[in-house]
């Protein structure tokens, strides 16, 4: 029997291997651009599960119009995603653009949701996001010691607004695929199979400086292979279990352990007020996967009918 805590495991796994990005980052050459390094993440990451899912993929693609259309979709999410989100982190933080482009997700989901199916959110997932998204409005305002951006916070910010725009269009595509009756490896495959059509032609331009040392392969290398090829199995595979709002909700797990690595090896500072934040996300998370007896929880998609 399924066990319905194994899908938020598995999206929890997952954003705790994506919290180590933007530190690993961190280490690429100083002349490598973050458009590079979004591009070879999810570019070459994305071969990496279109090949693990094979012909399943494009059985995915031939689904029909209705189908190629959402697919599209969630591909554009998945182009948009990282090109923003590395930006978002070179101008703004680790921990700031990290907290930003995830904080904003669930709303972008839940909007998605409520207005192209009609999904009612529960209290309990409205008290959860809500807990998790004051938690992320601390650690922005709370400000942080990253000189890294160069003032350019703001902008940072903004683009971590468009980057959590496109996670959630790719979540909410994802999970509108793998419900019609495709395998979350065969949707995770067509969906960043079609971003790195778009991707690996970006990276081929801009990736000069980020082949061009050791160090730089290696952190492209990291990134491809354990928090996009490695993190998305495991997000796929959860995304089967759980809505596409709860998933962005859970996935708030990544600026906890973003936050975390910025303080402890970037060398970023976070404030009391910021730690309060953090706080705030884990309970939130703690609220969205609590089941009470007798009541099927929220994470499963199922209402409760309060």
Same mark, same amino acid.
């Given at each position: 029997?399924?066990?319905?805590?194994?899908?938020?495991?598995?999206?929890?796994?997952?954003?705790?291997?994506?919290?180590?990005?933007?530190?690993?980052?961190?280490?690429?050459?100083?002349?490598?651009?973050?458009?590079?390094?979004?591009?070879?993440?999810?570019?070459?990451?994305?071969?990496?599960?279109?090949?693990?899912?094979?012909?399943?993929?494009?059985?995915?693609?031939?689904?029909?119009?209705?189908?190629?259309?959402?697919?599209?979709?969630?591909?554009?999410?998945?182009?948009?995603?990282?090109?923003?989100?590395?930006?978002?982190?070179?101008?703004?933080?680790?921990?700031?653009?990290?907290?930003?482009?995830?904080?904003?997700? @669930? $709303?972008? &989901? *839940?909007? /998605?949701?409520?207005?192209?199916? +009609?999904? !009612? %959110? =529960?209290?309990?997932?409205? #008290?959860?996001?809500?807990?998790?998204?004051?938690?992320?409005?601390?650690?922005?305002?709370?400000?942080?010691?990253?000189?890294?951006?160069?003032?350019?916070?703001?902008?940072?910010?903004?683009?971590?607004?468009?980057?959590?725009a496109g996670y959630a269009a790719y979540?909410?595509?994802?999970?509108?695929?793998?419900?019609?009756?495709?395998?979350?490896?065969?949707?995770?495959?067509?969906l960043f199979g079609l971003g790195a059509?778009?991707?690996?032609?970006?990276?081929?331009?801009?990736?000069?400086?980020?082949?061009?040392?050791?160090?730089?392969?290696?952190?492209?290398?990291?990134?491809?292979?354990?928090?996009?090829?490695?993190?998305?199995?495991l997000f796929g595979t959860g995304l089967?279990?759980?809505?596409?709002?709860?998933?962005?909700?859970?996935?708030?797990?990544? @600026? $906890?352990? &973003? *936050?975390? /690595?910025?303080?402890?090896?970037? +060398?970023? !500072? %976070? =404030?009391?007020?910021?730690? #309060?934040?953090?706080?705030?996300?884990?309970?939130?998370?703690?609220?969205?996967?609590?089941?009470?007896?007798?009541?099927?929880?929220?994470?499963?998609?199922?209402?409760?009918?309060?």
């Open positions: 029997m399924r066990r319905p805590t194994a899908g938020p495991v598995l999206i929890l796994a997952a954003a705790t291997l994506w919290g180590t990005t933007g530190t690993a980052a961190s280490f690429a050459p100083d002349d490598a651009s973050a458009l590079s390094i979004g591009a070879a993440t999810m570019g070459v990451g994305g071969l990496l599960t279109l090949a693990l899912a094979g012909r399943s993929a494009f059985g995915v693609l031939r689904g029909g119009p209705a189908v190629l259309r959402r697919a599209l979709f969630g591909a554009l999410g998945v182009v948009v995603y990282p090109l923003a989100f590395y930006t978002a982190m070179a101008w703004a933080g680790v921990a700031v653009g990290t907290v930003v482009s995830l904080g904003c997700a @669930p $709303v972008f &989901a *839940a909007l /998605l949701e409520r207005v192209l199916d +009609g999904t !009612r %959110l =529960t209290r309990s997932w409205l #008290a959860a996001t809500g807990s998790a998204a004051f938690g992320c409005a601390l650690l922005v305002l709370s400000g942080h010691g990253s000189a890294a951006g160069g003032g350019r916070v703001t902008g940072g910010v903004a683009l971590g607004v468009l980057a959590s979540a909410y595509s994802g999970a509108r695929l793998i419900r019609c009756g495709h395998s979350s490896r065969a949707v995770m495959g067509a059509t778009v991707l690996l032609p970006l990276f081929a331009v801009t990736g000069g400086a980020l082949l061009g040392e050791p160090r730089g392969l290696a952190v492209a290398a990291y990134l491809a292979v354990i928090p996009m090829w490695l993190a998305y199995v089967a279990r759980v809505r596409a709002s709860a998933a962005t909700t859970l996935s708030l797990f990544e @600026p $906890v352990v &973003a *936050a975390a /690595l910025g303080v402890a090896v970037v +060398g970023e !500072r %976070l =404030t009391g007020a910021a730690w #309060a934040g953090v706080g705030l996300v884990v309970l939130g998370l703690l609220v969205l996967m609590a089941r009470r007896p007798g009541v099927r929880s929220p994470v499963g998609g199922i209402h409760q009918g309060r």
